[in-house]
């Protein structure tokens, strides 16, 4: 069964950084594509970045220049640099897997604020 893991949340202030981590059960190799989505309070979970199997990344407007998405294989991670952060950056961020189905972790919060 697949699982994943999330890390690396916590309160920023404006314009700081964090890096969140998702560490996958099984190699993330076997995965059609990984994701970071995020939900604020009051919101629906929007599409952060993704990153295929074959290491094609995409960003939503919000957040390009600012964040990036990577991976490394041998660790069964994907991480999410996040840089500049803003207060409207505040929300849960959870990791997603597509395979045959899709796949979520339990989500790490990010709060920015001074």
């Known amino acids: 069964q697949v699982q994943l893991v999330e890390s690396g949340g916590g309160l920023v202030q404006p314009g700081g950084s964090l890096r969140l981590s998702c560490v996958a059960s099984?190699?993330?190799?076997?995965?059609?594509?990984m994701a970071w989505y995020r939900q604020a309070p009051g919101g629906e979970r929007e599409l952060v970045a993704t990153?295929?199997?074959?290491?094609?990344?995409n960003y939503a407007d919000s957040v390009k220049g600012r964040f990036t998405i990577s991976r490394t294989i041998g660790r069964n991670t994907v991480w999410l640099q996040m840089n500049s952060l803003k207060p409207e950056d505040t929300a849960v961020y959870y990791c997603?897997?597509?395979?045959?189905?899709?796949?979520w972790g339990q989500g790490t919060q990010v709060t920015v604020s001074s």
């Open positions: 990153i295929t199997s074959g290491g094609s990344t």
């Open positions: 099984v190699s993330i190799f076997s995965f059609n594509a």
């Open positions: 997603n897997a597509v395979l045959a189905g899709s796949y």
